[in-house]
């Protein structure tokens, strides 16, 4: 089955750019989402289908994916973004959904 | 508005069935391209895809579990169940339902229930 590979974790200052990166096999030729969850709370969608966002998600979150690497780009960092992040695709020839391994992100 | 409640037991003994409902409202499961699906989070890890029913009664497991999963439209047609089978301490995780609209992503997520399997 398909498999998405993310880094553990990723620290980053407030006020500058974090990056989130979903590794998989021509990951490119997927739609990829992404979902952020901060402790004891729900999955959030905050972007789909590579770097759509859905109403009420700031642009400060923004996606993209080419070639076996998809990534998450949150500009402008606050504390408030301290979550796990996962991203998330449909695997279309198993027709099975695939989430990736989570990264958590650190505000220092 | 659309919501998703998911209820169960929250403390199931090894080996034993663990039957869950997700209740929803502000969509209709029939209405063609809607699927529900159930996703788990064990303690401390990731989230992982469960199995999925769709609006024309489709449906598809996760491959890692589908000898001990069955998914099902509930007795009221705003409900969505899923059995597990012969559970172990392994099963034990928060289980969410959530809706995708468009078949490929997770629009909307019930609040989770946390399933404890221990004897």
């Known amino acids: 089955s398909f498999v998405l590979t993310q880094p553990p974790s990723v620290s980053v200052a407030p006020g500058q750019t974090a990056t989130i990166t979903c590794g998989g096999n021509?990951?490119?030729?997927?739609?990829v989402h992404w979902y952020l969850q901060k402790p004891g709370q729900v999955p959030v969608l905050v972007v789909y289908?590579?770097?759509a966002r859905p109403s009420g998600i700031r642009e400060r979150f923004s996606g993209s994916n080419s070639g076996n690497t998809a990534t998450l780009t949150i500009s402008r960092v606050e504390a408030g973004d301290e979550a796990d992040y996962y991203c998330q695709v449909w695997d279309s020839s198993s027709d099975h959904y695939v989430f990736g391994t989570g990264t958590k992100v650190t505000v220092l | 508005q659309v919501t998703l409640k998911e209820s169960g037991p929250a403390l199931v003994k090894p080996t034993q069935t663990l039957t869950l409902t997700c209740a929803f409202s502000g969509f209709s499961l029939s209405t063609s391209g809607v699927r529900v699906s159930w996703i788990r989070q064990p303690p401390g890890k990731a989230l992982e895809w469960l199995a999925r029913i769709d609006w024309d009664d489709e449906i598809v497991y996760s491959p890692s579990l589908n000898t001990r999963l069955a998914i099902s439209k509930g007795t009221s047609k705003n409900q969505v169940v899923l059995t597990v089978t012969n559970v172990g301490p392994f099963d034990t995780a928060t289980y969410y339902c959530a809706r995708a609209y468009s078949g490929t992503h997770f629009d909307d997520w019930g609040q989770g229930t946390l399933v404890t399997v221990s004897s």
């Open positions: 289908d590579d770097s």
């Open positions: 021509n990951i490119e030729s997927k739609s």
